[in-house]
Structure formats: C-alpha cells, structure tokens
C-alpha cells in the first residue's frame, strides 16, 4: 500500500513543486498577460496537488495526515517529483538573482511537462481507483491549456527573433536530458501499473516525442539529444535545487505550525 | 476545501441543473440557495452555474452537493461558506458535501448563466467542452493529442465575430481575455472547461 501512496505522491509532487516555481514569476512577469497566465497556471497545479494530498490523507487513514502536512512538513528525500520540474528557470548552473530567470526555460519546460501530463491524465481518467480517476477528469481539462499556451511561447519564441531563437534553443538543449527521467522504471509505478489504478508512463513515449518533435520542428528548432545523466527525483534523491524551492515554500507553515487564516 | 471520495448514494446529474427537485425540503433547500451567487460573477448564482450539483439525504441527515470548477480556483471556498450560511440564514440544517465526479463542465451551464454572462460583459463558452477536445487533433499547427483547438468568440458588447485572442489565461482561471476588432473593446472569455 505505500507503494500506491508513493505513487499519488509523486503526481502531487510534480503538481506542486512546478507550482512554486511557476508562482516565481508572479509580479515579475514578462508581459502583464503573462504574469497573468503563470500565475494561473500555478493555481491550476496546486489544486491538483492539494486533491491529491487530500486523496492520500484518505487512504491513509491515520487521522493525522493532511494537505498540509504532506506539502510542508517533509523534506528533500520524501519528495517524488522529477528533477526537471525542481529546476531554476535558467540555463545556467549557478546561483544568480532573479533578474536572471529566463522564460524560454520556464516555457520549454511547461511544454515538455505538459504534453507528457495530457496522456497521463487522460488515461488516468480510467484508473481502477475512482477517486483518482475524478482527480484526473479535471486535470485533464487543465492540463490542455497549459500545453496549449506553452507550445504557442514555443512557437513565438523559438521562430521569432535571433535572440529569442537563440534562448529557446538554449532552453530545450539544457532540459532535454532531464525528461529521460520520465521513462525510467519504478517500483511504485511498476506497482500501480499492475493494480489498475496507474497508467505506465512508458506507454505514451512515442506519442510524446512526436508531439516534441512537430513542435520544434514548427518553431525552427533543432531537437536535442535527450542523453546524458539520468536524474532520480521521483526515488527521492534530488538536484540541489530542491532543498531551496522547499525552504521558501515551508518556512511559514514551520514557524508557524497550525497557524489559520 | 475538503473534497469527499466519490458517494455511491446517488448518481449526480451529468448535465444542467435546471430547477429544484425531489422532495418538499429538498425544494425548500434549492430555493434558499437560488440566492447563493459566484463571488466573482456575482449575476449567476451556483445552479446556474452548474457548480450545486444535489440536495440529498445521506447518513447523517440532508446533503448540499456542490462540485469545484477549476482544481485551483480560490472562490470555492468563499462558495462553500456562502452555502452554509445562506442555509444557516434560512434555519435549514444541512451539510455541504464538495465531490469531483463527474467533473464540472461549462456544458452544465444552464442557457440563462450564459445569457447572463452575456449582458454582464463576458462571452459564454461557444461550443461544448466535449466538442473543444474532439476536435483537438485538426488543429493546423501540430496536429497531436491534447491541444485545445481555436475557436470564434463573438463580442458580448456588440455582437461581432471578428475577436481576436489576448491571452490564453485572464483574470480568474476561467477565462481568457479577447479584444473585439469591430468595436475595439476587450473581453472576457469563459473558456469551455
């Protein structure tokens, strides 16, 4: 049964870790609409994790779990999002302010996400596990606006100006690799898999890369190549990237346990 | 919002809730929550909307079903509370009951909510969610799964089809912002969800 519970985790993991990052652009937007959209986006993400976490409290059952406790009372290790979601919004592996964040990450990596995330959820419509299933019904419906809104940024940006070009291509060659991540085996994928109420991520691989490849393709980019090290998030062991995203995210709700509004 | 696992003690409609039903207090219920309006679109209240899905007798007395619009949208809450208060008002005790299944549809707008929405200043949802994703796959740019296809939104001020898009995603979750090139004024558009 915990592997069933490490499975809804890591789906809420990814909801709400690329929530947070997401969130980062709220009031520093490129463009108002923009700031608008992240902002819109990262609310979408978060209910599903909050779903989800709620979901895992239920199946528990020891009367003390909660959204809350899942998101802001564990750490690094306990997390099973993939890397590529945990990820600064740059290209480069430094530290820098946040005047240095780049949109072209942000967009390649809400497209890479998403169009794996309108499979998955579609399918988990399905899932043997009802509740998941009515998880996934609405996930569905939100995950094809962001892939929607992401892939035109891909399309502006990547056939738009040298320097846009330039840092869109950028963008992809740096995350590529990290979506390797997706197709690796897991014990608690495997084990959802085999019960109905998961879907294996492996199956829509195809389907996925040619989703990637039009899009480049149409927005005058070159594919990268995907290999390279293959990042370990959803076993828990992370980027040091992580660490920082959860500081920010739980220091509130761990100064002030139980606090309400 | 606490969302409750799927209840198997009645069905939920799966389409618009168009009057109140069942017995004389499930009708007496309807009618006190008729009052009970969208906090950000304060002209259509909750059945209209689609959201108040049932008035049900469960085990521990009357049930008000409602169901969430977008996973994240921050007015369920206040919805929730202006439930439980407006039945608190009307001295009518009941619980409220919040369920995903099946999932919200802009097609449970009832014809009224989009005439309202309308003359409020925002453009109804076109077509059928149902549709919006069946003909995901004829979009002309990348014709693969999950992209939601375009589609003609005429202007709630003047009645023109020639809109164009702003941006995918507005000021609530629900919509998105069109300009009208006909009479130049910007919109809101409920997206078909």
Known sequence: ?261 | MSVDAPSSVTALPDGPVAQAQGTDAHRAIWDVLESVTDPEIPVVNLREMGILRAVRQGAQGLEVVITPTYSGCPAMGQMEDDVVSALARAGVAARVVTQLAPAWSTDWMTAEARDKLRAYGIAPPVKSACAASAGANVIAFAPRKGLVQRETVACPQCGSDNTTEISHFGSTACKALYRCLACMEPFDYFKPY
């Open chain 1, 1 to 261: 049964m915990a592997g069933y519970q490490d499975y809804l985790l890591h789906l809420a993991d990814n909801a709400l870790i690329l929530a947070q990052r997401n969130a980062e652009w709220c009031g520093h937007g490129p463009i108002l609409e923009e700031d608008l959209a992240l902002g819109n986006n990262a609310l979408d993400l978060i209910g599903q994790a909050r779903m989800l976490y709620q979901h895992v409290a239920t199946v528990r059952k020891d009367g003390k779990s909660s959204e809350d406790l899942l998101a802001f009372f564990r750490d690094v290790p306990d997390f099973k999002n993939y890397t590529l979601l945990e990820l600064p919004h740059r290209t480069a592996i430094l530290p820098t302010s946040a005047g240095d964040r780049d949109y072209g990450v942000t967009m390649a990596r809400n497209f890479l996400f998403s169009a794996l995330m309108v499979q998955v959820w579609g399918a988990l419509e399905k899932s043997s596990d009802a509740q998941l299933a009515a998880i996934a019904a609405k996930s569905h419906k939100e995950v094809q606006y962001h892939l929607r809104h992401a892939h035109d940024w891909v399309l502006r940006l990547g056939d738009g100006t040298e320097e846009s070009h330039r840092r869109m291509q950028a963008a992809f060659d740096y995350l590529m690799p990290f979506t390797q991540e997706f197709w690796t085996e897991s014990a608690m994928e495997t084990a959802a898999v085999k019960t109905g109420a998961g879907v294996d991520v492996r199956a829509f691989r195809a389907e996925w890369e040619a989703t990637v490849a039009d899009t480049l393709q149409a927005a005058t980019l070159k594919l990268p190549s995907s290999v390279g090290f293959v990042t370990t998030g959803k076993f828990g062991v992370h980027s040091e990237h992580l660490g920082f995203v959860l500081a920010e995210m739980q220091s509130l709700a761990r100064a002030h346990p139980e606090a309400v509004w």
